[in-house]
């Protein structure tokens, strides 16, 4: 692609450009700078791929350009898009005011398990960089999407499909108010359903919705941990140990039914140790979920600590709280 706009033009020209480009590519890393190329495409041709992108980016994005644009695919294309990108991969967005909640649905987006967001993100950069207060609104739109779909393991068909219906709707000018950003009843019912179910055998998922919960419980958008290990632990363990008092307060079918739900769990950042996980109640708070100082780095965690006892009653309240948390925040 490179040798298609740099060799179309002018030497002084085709010297500077190839400047701008090389510090494009810099800027992200050979990796980074292939997967630009991969958005750029949906941006442009605003649907699903269906050939390699060799044979598909001359003709989906560099046809624009060619002949006559090529300095401005480096100028309008490759520099501003890829800027958008470090910005978004680095949570590195600047203004005045505003930065920080954009920054915040940055981190949250990175922790989904796939990139196809990303073109409707570079799009919304590109287009309005220099509103914080509108990106605000959009990454928030699509972190609920994004987090929907996710949460729902919608593969990858129907998903790149929305994203591109949504890339066509954001060209003809709706913006906020693209219906893409949409969820259905069913989607909403879905999503909710997911949430209440046995989430930690979930393993895909379950890390992000906890971090979600745990970010709004502390009160602190868009936290981030700087632990190289965070884990999800049960409070009722999942093989309770015989004469413990887990056997004594909980039935089988109520163990059946609460371990693996939201209720039961919080995040450690640490190892997990098999034979603590089924400590009884108030040994597991003082032993397992307290850190060096006697407190959790976690809000989620240190919810529980708070408690004396671990009963059914309890769990069903704490489900119902955090299922609440969530359902407001994506408007479920």
């Known amino acids: 692609f490179k040798s298609h706009i740099i060799g179309a033009l002018d030497e002084k020209t085709s010297e500077e450009c190839a400047r701008k480009w090389e510090d494009a590519e810099e800027a992200l890393g050979r990796d980074d700078f292939a997967d630009l190329f991969l958005h ?22 560099l046809s624009h350009y060619l002949p006559g644009k090529a300095e401005s695919f480096v100028n309008d294309v490759v520099v501003p898009y890829a800027d958008a990108y470090v910005q978004i991969r ?17 981190k949250r987006l990175q922790q989904i398990d796939n990139n196809d ?6 799009w919304a950069l590109r287009n309005h960089g220099d509103d914080p207060a509108w990106l605000d609104r959009f990454f928030g739109a699509l972190e609920r999407l994004a987090s929907s779909m996710f949460i729902r393991r919608v593969y990858t068909t129907p998903r790149v499909t929305r994203y591109a219906d949504l890339l066509r ?12 950003f949409a969820l259905t009843d069913s989607e909403k019912a879905e999503t909710l359903a997911r949430l209440d179910g046995d989430i930690y055998l979930v393993t895909k998922t379950r890390k992000y919705v906890l971090l979600r919960l745990d970010e709004m419980l502390a009160g602190k958008p868009g936290v981030s941990y700087d632990h190289t290990l965070i ?3 049960h409070v009722l ?16 079918e109520q163990r059946s039914q609460w371990t693996h739900r939201l209720g039961n769990l919080v995040l450690l950042n640490r190892t997990k140790n098999a034979y603590a996980q089924n ?22 965690t240190s919810q529980v600590l708070h408690h004396q006892q671990w009963k059914p009653e309890l769990l069903r309240k704490r489900q119902q709280r955090l299922l609440g948390l969530l359902a407001d925040e994506w408007d479920l």
Not at 117 to 122: D, G, N, Q, S
């Open 231 to 233: 884990t999800v632990e």
């Open 237 to 252: 363990p999942q093989n309770p140990k015989q004469g413990s008092q887990w056997l004594r307060h909980f039935t089988d």
């Open 169 to 180: 709707e954001l060209n003809a000018g709706k913006g906020m108010e693209a219906t893409s």
């Open 40 to 61: 750029l495409r949906m941006v442009f041709a605003m649907k699903r791929a269906e050939r390699e992108l060799l044979k598909e980016f001359p003709e989906q994005v």
């Open 117 to 122: 967001w990303r073109p409707a993100a570079l």
């Open 279 to 300: 400590y009884d109640f108030p040994e597991k708070k003082s032993k397992y979920f307290t850190g060096r100082h006697g407190v959790s780095t976690f809000a989620l």
């Open 90 to 106: 680095d949570a590195s967005y600047a203004a005045v005011s505003g930065a920080g909640q954009v920054n915040a649905w940055f």
